[in-house]
């Protein structure tokens, strides 16, 4: 009976992701704006301090192109959305960041910003081992204003898979739940129309020399898998964001510790399971994030 009832839930979300997949295509609505932070960590070390902070910029979706620098953000962003209840936008800072390592919030105007809770660093929660902390990355937030997260375990790699986190808004604290079964990295984490999670992991060299890239569908309660979607060509999409006037996922493809700094935008359809290269965009663009309080 258990069994029978776990494969109902995992068919009805297939159908029910199908579906959204399917429908999106046909919703009009106004024109988003594309937030983006400039600045990875880039540090020499994995964990190791950042050798760059972040500056606010405004992305043209259509192009890559850079509509207006906001400003300096003051710490090293690695994960960035918007949340419609608060009009408030998020960011997760990376361990290395030389102030703190936690959840804050961005001025839009200046794009300057804030720890929600100077206290909460690491995001409240123990660094083991403890010359590190949690690489928590690529921030997400669903309708009705909740926040979740991402992390790739290390030192060592995962024998049951990366972590998922559910961050308290409020406090800046963060609940990890282990053991999701995907080992991803280079990844974006966001929810599309109907608050589908969708965690859309990077290209793949399987056993056979074959390249594979996958988008899975999580649950959004501890972060495990319910379904998967071949994409196809493979390109790396990180730490992007839906944009809710087509329900596509836009993400950024770059190689870390590049010198050239170079940055491209790429669009990832779900419903036909395919993948875009729009086009070069902002020299060290590292996350991106779309306003859609409407």
Known sequence: MKKLWKTTIFLTAAILAMFVLQASAQKPVASPVLYGTTGACNNNAQG???KQQSTLVQIDPVDGTLIKTIGPVGFTVNGLAWDRTTRKLY????IGDTHFHGLITIDTTTGLGTPVNPAADNFGLLKDPPLFG????????????NLVAWYDEFPAPPPNGDTFVRINKRTG??????????????NGLAFSDFDLLWNIDSPKTQTDGTVTQTAYLLNPFNG????SRPLSPPI?????????????YYGLNFIPFDPSHQ???????????????VAQTVDNLHTIAFVKDF
């Open 48 to 50: 190791g301090t950042c």
């Open 91 to 94: 960011a997760t800072t990376a």
């Open 134 to 145: 949690s690489p928590i990355h690529s921030l997400a937030i669903d309708f009705f204003g």
């Open 173 to 186: 604290i963060a609940k990890e739940f282990q053991n999701t079964g995907l080992d991803t990295n280079s």
């Open 224 to 227: 495990k898998p319910l379904l």
């Open 236 to 248: 790396q999409a990180a730490i992007g964001d839906f944009n809710p006037q087509n329900n596509m």
């Open 263 to 277: 940055a491209f935008l790429v669009v990832v359809d779900l419903r036909k399971g395919t993948v875009a290269l």
